[in-house]
């Protein structure tokens, strides 16, 4: 045997032997999450590392954990798995993930099996759990952090976790001091009673402590203009980056901070006779500096402001809103003249309104006379849907049979010409509790409109409602990153370029884009990705000397060939989950992304080839005018209008950048909004916000700030508005609104 055979031997040995280890360790990780102990001694016998982890530094253990398998979790300890070891992104460890499920018989086999509880991370963990017995066991263990975590009982207004906390440590007078203030505060009068019976008494003055912390208020800005703003609520210290929801912050030592729920990341104050003149945000050994600005911003410094007029004319020609926000997902209704107040829930401006049955994300869509809408249906109108600002993972428990629609409606009486259904079952795939099964928008060129229903596939109607073909995508399980079998469903629409439709399809394994004839539904070509799940949907950037397909995502935001799929050029780094969608603006492609730590804001030159990438030092170079590595944004997709950027966030932090240079004009809060998930439109010199449960906010486009009105929907609204021929047309959680001037 030659020894070039015999190399080649050895090289597909080798890649057999990754293979099948990478198969086993993905069944180790599975059984752990299913508590399926045979499996395990199977694996186990057959030598697999106890602490094999994935790409993500997470183990068997942590998934046991997670998923309160108390079986597992003693065998993977009896064989060496490791309590402590922490994940590479959350930074957290089984023991610390063993909290969220509150099981005590779990916990305490890892502090039998060496679980570290020296320091006050686990009280702390312990803290938000729903029984009080893990805090018990935990201070009866010797563990540190009982005075943390009175605290947090008395601001989780938890009488029965106090008392267990003042029967079973020692607290010293300060800490009990501290605690009848809080108490007092909260007008907790039974926690009242609890503490003076323990010896507690307020101070004479209330200072130190809580002095210290209201100097600490301001805003904090880095080199790259990113910011921190910290202030005091409900007496605690908080922060908040670049216009996210606040985070609540705790006394490590002298001025450094952790946040509550996430010690690995700290703030430590820089402190110049005793005012803060910087802090220092460590994110996991990544250290950025943040300087206290002492100047007014450009949005606080008091000017005349030109008297907002609202624009209005006779529309010369009706606008098609094609697809994901309109064209090119611009967003952009000029020349429409929608109206700039409105109220459904006592008619003004109100046109018309049409009962659409079943739950949905979707987009309307129009096309001369028509609007398009998808729909999914559940047998079960009990299945948990919640909305507003929260974290959690879990899918929803809904598995209920659906029946998945597509509406035709006429644009001017809001009567439904047709429906059709499209599929019938129990969904392939689960939603998040903020989700539907129904959240892609449908696209049109006029002739034909075609929906993505999820992992159910793909539908091509002609404009009768004569179904032309339907096309099976695969299951498109669309989920949490860190644990693929969480499921969330996918959302990412499909657009026409030419006469193929191009849809994107990242998921958990085996992503792919592709282009189908738009008449026949064959493929016309197929491209790999090694991507995750993402949700953001593709736009194409049309140019004389070449066209180019853009898509965001985690591992690379890319450009392709939409004709061929040829990968042109890819960028990094980007988050670790990517909603946005890429918008074009005078020969630039914008993508922003929000999720920590990662949060950049591109403007991206088209043309380039390969990997456009640039040093992390610089903020350009020679295919990026411009870039933020924070402040990006995470569910709403930005908008660009007038030559300004807006990036918004899902509490309803609004920030301006001029398009060209990047500079920041403003950022700003719309006021009433609460929570958003849309994203925004623009016509006629006015920027439309949809809150999800206030209704449509409308400011002023310009570089600076003005919110002009609030506009009632009485529903919840999670989609993105449509624009054209003088309206402006909103989905609500059980209609479709058309408002128009009257």
């Known amino acids: 045997m030659s020894l070039k055979i015999s190399l080649k031997l050895v090289l597909v040995l080798l890649i057999s032997s990754c293979l099948h280890a990478q198969e086993q360790s993905e069944q180790f990780w599975k059984a752990a999450k299913s508590n399926d102990i045979p499996t395990l001694k199977v694996l186990l016998d057959k030598g697999i590392d106890v602490n094999v982890k994935t790409q993500y530094g997470a183990t068997a253990l942590m998934f046991a954990t997670d998923k309160g398998n108390l079986d ?3 065998l993977l300890l009896e064989k060496g798995a490791d309590p402590n070891v922490k994940d590479s992104f959350y930074g957290s460890s089984p023991f610390l993930w063993s909290f969220s499920a509150g099981n005590v018989e ?50 989780n207004q938890n009488p029965e976790l106090v008392f267990a906390i003042l029967k079973l440590a020692k607290l010293d007078a300060t800490t009990l001091s501290t605690a009848l203030v809080s108490a007092t505060a909260a007008k907790s009068e039974s926690i009242i009673a609890a503490l003076i019976q323990a010896g507690a008494k307020l101070p004479d003055k209330q200072e130190t402590n809580e002095g210290m912390k209201q100097s600490l208020i301001g805003t904090y800005k880095s080199k790259d203009e990113s910011s921190i703003v910290t202030n005091i609520k409900d007496n605690i210290l908080t922060v908040s980056f670049n216009g996210s929801p606040d985070f609540k912050l705790t006394l490590k030592e002298g001025y450094t901070f952790t946040l509550e729920d996430n010690s690995a990341i700290s703030f430590s104050f820089e402190m110049v006779q005793d005012i803060p003149v910087s802090l220092t945000l460590d994110d996991g050994g990544t250290k950025t500096q943040f300087y206290k600005t002492t100047q007014q911003s450009k949005s606080e410094v008091v000017t005349k402001k030109e008297t907002f007029t609202d624009l209005t004319g006779k529309v010369s020609k009706p606008l098609n809103w094609p697809s994901f926000r309109g064209n090119q997902a611009n967003g952009i209704a000029d020349g429409q003249f929608p109206p700039l107040s409105f109220d459904a829930t006592k008619g003004t401006n109100l046109a018309w309104k049409t009962y659409i049955p079943g739950l949905a994300h979707s987009c309307p869509i129009i096309w001369n006379d028509k609007v398009f809408l998808t729909t999914a249906l559940s047998s079960d109108t009990t299945a948990e849907y919640r909305v507003g600002l929260y974290g959690n993972v879990e899918p929803a428990k809904d598995n209920s049979s659906h029946i998945w629609k597509m509406y035709c409606i006429d644009k001017k009486s809001g009567k439904i010409l047709w429906e059709k259904k499209a599929y019938e079952g129990v969904p392939r795939v ?12 449908p696209a049109t060129n006029g002739e034909y409109v075609v929906a993505i229903y999820g992992s159910e596939g793909m539908v091509c109607y002609d404009f009768k409602g004569n179904e032309i073909w339907r096309k099976n995508l695969g299951v498109l399980d669309a989920g949490w990153f860190f644990e693929e079998e969480t499921q969330w469903g996918p959302a990412s629409s499909p657009i026409i370029y030419g006469n193929t439709v191009i849809v994107q399809c990242d998921r958990s394994k085996d992503s792919y884009i592709a282009a189908y004839d738009l008449k026949t539904g064959n493929e016309v070509w197929k491209t790999k990705r090694e991507e995750i799940s993402s949700w953001g949907t593709p736009t194409v950037y049309y140019s004389a000397s070449r066209d180019e397909l853009i898509t965001n995502a985690t591992k690379f935001i890319r450009g392709y060939n939409p004709k061929t799929g040829e990968e042109l050029w890819r960028l990094t780094p980007s988050s670790e989950i990517t909603v946005g969608t ?13 999720y920590m730590p990662q949060q950049p804001i591109y403007a991206i030159k088209p043309g380039g080839n390969g990997n456009i990438s640039i040093a992390d030092s610089l903020n350009s170079g020679e295919f990026i005018q411009w870039r933020t590595k924070r ?22 932090a609004l920030n301006c950048y001029d398009a060209k240079t990047g500079e920041k004009k403003y950022k700003e809060t719309l ?37 002009i009105t609030i506009n009632p929907i009485g529903e919840i609204c999670m989609a993105s508005p449509a624009i054209s021929d003088g309206f402006i047309f909103v989905r609500g959680q059980h209609h479709l609104f058309c408002f128009g001037r009257k």
């Open 671 to 707: 006021k009433d909004g609460q929570s958003f998930t849309a994203s925004p439109v623009a016509a006629d010199g006015k920027l439309y916000f949809t809150s999800e449960e206030k209704g449509i906010i409308v400011v002023k486009a310009g570089p600076e700030f003005e919110q």
């Open 430 to 441: 689960k939603r998040h509790t903020k989700g539907t099964q129904a959240n892609a928008t």
């Open 106 to 155: 779990i916990i305490k086999s890892m502090i039998n099996h060496g679980a570290d509880i020296s320091t006050e991370e686990p009280m702390i963990y312990a803290s938000y759990s729903d029984s009080p017995e893990v805090v018990k066991l935990l201070i009866e263990k010797g563990a540190p952090g009982a005075d943390k975590v009175i605290l947090i009982a008395i601001r």
């Open 631 to 652: 402040g990006g944004t995470y569910m709403p997709t930005p908008i660009v209008y007038n030559g300004y950027l807006y990036t918004f966030n899902n509490n309803g």
């Open 72 to 74: 597992a979790v003693n």
């Open 582 to 594: 890429p918008v074009i603006y005078d020969n630039l492609i914008f993508v922003s992304n929000g």
